[in-house]
């Protein structure tokens, strides 16, 4: 008998994400859509998470935008984080990846706020 997957709603994970960098005291900034661009542009430590949510598939996927698009975020989030890249928007200079664990994606939030000057799209 074939089952078919329920569907699920895209959810919205960024208040999580902040509460927990907050909770692991990782140093972050809150910033509009409108300063995503100009704050991912200040050095080459910059990083924007732009988005983190829940796939209608029950994949948690995050999107990330750096100075120059460089070939080490790509490397970091497929070859050291494991995630399947989905996208990478060359123009605006942003990667989107996913993966199917929610806590590993959270660790990987932490790890990009520890590494980088991370400012997060609210």
Same mark, same amino acid.
Request: net charge positive; glycine share 2%.
């Given at each position: 008998?074939? &089952?078919?997957?329920?569907? /699920?709603?895209?959810?919205?994970?960024?208040?999580?994400?902040? &509460?927990?960098?907050? @909770?692991?005291?990782? !140093?972050?900034?809150?910033? /509009?859509?409108?300063?995503?661009?100009?704050? %991912? =542009?200040?050095? %080459?430590?910059?990083?924007?998470? =732009? %988005?983190?949510? !829940? /796939? &209608?598939?029950?994949?948690?996927?995050? @999107?990330?935008?750096?100075?120059?698009?460089?070939?080490?975020?790509?490397?970091?989030? !497929?070859?050291?984080?494991?995630? =399947?890249?989905?996208d990478?928007?060359?123009?605006?200079?942003?990667? /989107?990846?996913? !993966?199917? &664990?929610?806590?590993?994606?959270?660790?990987?939030?932490?790890?990009?706020g520890? @590494?980088?000057?991370? %400012?997060?799209?609210?």
């Amino acid at each position: 008998m074939v &089952e078919f997957r329920k569907k /699920t709603l895209i959810q919205d994970l960024m208040p999580e994400a902040i &509460e927990y960098l907050k @909770k692991q005291q990782v !140093r972050f900034t809150t910033i /509009t859509e409108n300063q995503a661009d100009q704050a %991912s =542009r200040i050095n %080459s430590k910059a990083m924007v998470l =732009r %988005s983190f949510i !829940r /796939t &209608e598939k029950g994949m948690y996927e995050i @999107k990330v935008q750096d100075k120059e698009l460089y070939k080490y975020t790509q490397k970091l989030m !497929r070859d050291i984080f494991q995630m =399947r890249i989905t996208d990478i928007d060359t123009k605006n200079r942003i990667i /989107t990846a996913e !993966r199917p &664990e929610k806590g590993i994606v959270l660790d990987i939030i932490e790890i990009l706020g520890v @590494k980088y000057n991370l %400012s997060i799209v609210l």
